[in-house]
């Protein structure tokens, strides 16, 4: 289990987080919600070892899929992969789950932005980690691309059933995707729902718990 | 044929613009040649170009060349692998960054022709080994400057990246840094090795290299053989550009991923 105690965080004389406190549950999907600005990336960073922080967390290996694939542009797709996963069989295996088996030897300035986002999250996956690091993966893709990367991201979890924190900013995704759902405001989680997938499939709950998050998101 | 049409179409204006600037050039040393009338100091243009063309048949000429095209080149490769090495050192280490820092300046400061006299000496008289290291001397710096820029312009989404993923220091280097350097450092290539032939060149002239354009120039300089030192500047000329364009065409290399 992923745990967070005290997390302290200040950009200058700017505080992010003063005393945060968080568990995350092993195998389950955490989402995060939180206008611009409250410190959602930063929460990532923080477990990522990306920034420095005061407090504790608990040391662990994460993956990490970023806004932008962050690709290394002198590589190829497979090339790219293998710099996380030496096992080649498994680096083809893994392209051909994100359905980009012939696209193994193309450059990432050849891919589209929905198929650069793919190889990133087949290296996230490909990568041994214990936890999953997702900020904002699908924000910049198209209504059909998003629900398209949406399936893939839960199909191929489902198999390996990492530690996901998903920070977005989009309501109807966070509420599609996550098992447990917070709500990130002033540096200080204002809402925590956990929604189990029988509760997410009763009539009417999906709604109610939109209409209560965009409350939430949305007041003073 | 169609590709030659193409390539000439292509570069339609560069030619052209080449083509004037070289005929510019050509009526400022004609109207220099008349307005200073003493061939001692501006020789014809005429006289020129039949000592340019002697040169092709003369053996002394092509060792001389050869001779300084291969102290160029030396020293360039010496000057790329010592400052691709340094950069990689202070890209993946602040400390070792700090370090190198006063050693580029002071070499960059360094005055190579000075440097150029007391190497002599050392070297007990051997007038080919000074002008290499004295083009190393200023070409290092310089690579090592374009490298280190080239390496700190790295997208710092993708530093993050391999921070995140535990990338090994080998991999970050050889699979991420150096081949972001790669495409400036092919497209300088050019322009830095046709900088080390004119300081090669250059130092040749001050040591007297036996087998060397300088010490060419030095011997007809000495002779008053105005017209050959003109060729000889031409042909010195020529072969820096030769190099230039040679050399730039490495990019290509790159063009796959850029």
């Known amino acids: ?220 | 044929m169609t590709a030659l049409k193409n390539f000439f179409k292509e570069r339609k204006f560069n030619i052209i613009g080449s083509a004037v600037a070289i005929a510019l050039m050509w009526l400022v040393w004609i109207i220099a040649y008349y307005s200073v009338g003493n061939k001692l100091i501006v020789p014809s243009f005429n006289e020129t170009a039949v000592c340019f063309f002697k040169n092709f048949a003369s053996t002394e000429f092509w060792t001389a060349l050869g001779g300084s095209l291969l102290r160029t080149l030396l020293a360039f490769l010496v000057s790329l692998l010592l400052a691709a090495v340094c950069a990689a050192g202070a890209s993946l280490s602040k400390t070792v960054k700090a370090v190198l820092k006063p050693v580029i300046t002071f070499v960059r400061v360094l005055p190579t022709l000075a440097v150029s006299l007391i190497i002599l000496k050392f070297a007990q008289g051997d007038r080919s080994v000074s002008p290499a290291i004295v083009t190393v001397l200023v070409l290092f710096p310089a690579i090592y400057a374009q490298l280190i820029a080239e390496a700190e312009g790295l997208d710092g989404g993708l530093a993050e990246m391999a921070k995140a993923y535990n990338i090994s220091r080998r991999d970050r280097l050889f699979k991420i840094y150096l081949p972001h350097m790669l495409p400036a450092t092919l497209s300088q290539c050019g322009a830095n090795i046709s900088l080390g032939l004119k300081v090669t060149v250059s130092a040749e002239v001050l040591v007297n290299t036996a087998k060397g354009l300088g010490g060419m120039l030095q011997e007809s300089s000495l002779a008053a053989e105005t017209a050959q030192l003109a060729a000889l500047t031409v042909s010195a000329v020529i072969a820096g550009l030769l190099l230039d364009i040679a050399f730039s065409q490495l990019k290509r290399l790159t063009r796959k991923w850029c």
């Open chain 1, 1 to 220: 289990m992923l745990e967070i105690k005290q997390l302290t965080k200040a950009y200058g004389k700017t505080e992010v987080y003063r005393g945060l406190d968080l568990s995350l549950e092993e195998g389950k999907i955490t989402c995060i919600l939180g206008e611009s600005g409250s410190g959602k990336t930063t929460l990532l960073n923080c477990i990522a070892g990306l920034t420095d922080y005061i407090g504790q967390i608990t040391p662990v290996k994460c993956s990490y899929v970023f806004q932008t694939p962050r690709l290394v542009p002198n590589l190829t797709a497979e090339q790219n992969l293998s710099l996380v996963c030496r096992d080649k069989a498994r680096v083809c295996a893994m392209l051909e789950v994100v359905g980009l088996g012939e696209k193994r030897g193309a450059y990432p300035k050849s891919l589209s932005g929905g198929q650069a986002q793919r190889v990133s999250l087949a290296r996230a996956f490909l990568y041994e980690s214990d936890a999953l690091l997702m900020d904002e993966p699908f924000s910049s893709l198209d209504l059909r691309l998003k629900n398209e990367m949406h399936s893939l991201f839960l199909q191929i979890n489902s198999r390996y059933r990492r530690t996901v924190l998903f920070v977005t900013h989009d309501v109807d995704e966070a509420v599609k995707l996550a098992d447990r759902l917070l709500v990130l405001k002033g540096g200080k989680i204002v809402f925590d729902c956990a929604a189990a997938a029988a509760e997410r499939a009763e009539d009417g709950f999906c709604e109610g718990l939109r209409k209560r998050l965009v409350s939430v998101l949305t007041e003073g």
